[in-house]
Structures are given as structure tokens and as C-alpha cells.
């Protein structure tokens, strides 16, 4: 995910990510989404993906990570 992807789309509450291959989540890739925000991975990359999604990213405690 590109720097700066999501920035500023305040309105996403929902990110779904099928892709398995995910490497990197560049900086305020997702800063100023709804800070209730759910990013959705396949079942077999959550661990990997959690560890992807870092305050740097825009990630905030109150956003969760599921599968």
C-alpha cells in the first residue's frame, strides 16, 4: 500500500485486503480514515499484517485488524 493511499478519507470505515502477498504499508498510508476503521486480511496473513500496520501508517489503537 502506497504512502499516503488512503490520507484524509475520512468516510472509509472498511479496507478489505485479499491480496496474500502484502509487504509493506507505506507511511500515512491510511491517516485520517474514521478511527473506528476495520481492515479485513485473509485468515493465514493476519499475524504478518498486524505487525505491517504501524502508528507511522496512520494506525490507530481504536481501528482493529481482523479476519
Not at 496474500?20 to 504499508?25: A, C
Not at 498510508?29 to 498486524?50: D, E, M, R, S, V
Amino acid at each position: 500500500i502506497e504512502n499516503s493511499a488512503f490520507e484524509k478519507c475520512a468516510k472509509v470505515k472498511t479496507i478489505k485486503i485479499s491480496a496474500t502477498g502484502l509487504k509493506s504499508v507505506g507511511k500515512n498510508a491510511i491517516k485520517g480514515i474514521n478511527k473506528k476503521a476495520t481492515i479485513k486480511c485473509p485468515k493465514k496473513q493476519l499475524a504478518k499484517y498486524k505487525k505491517l500496520f504501524k502508528s507511522s501508517t496512520g494506525y490507530k489503537k481504536t481501528m482493529k485488524i481482523k479476519k
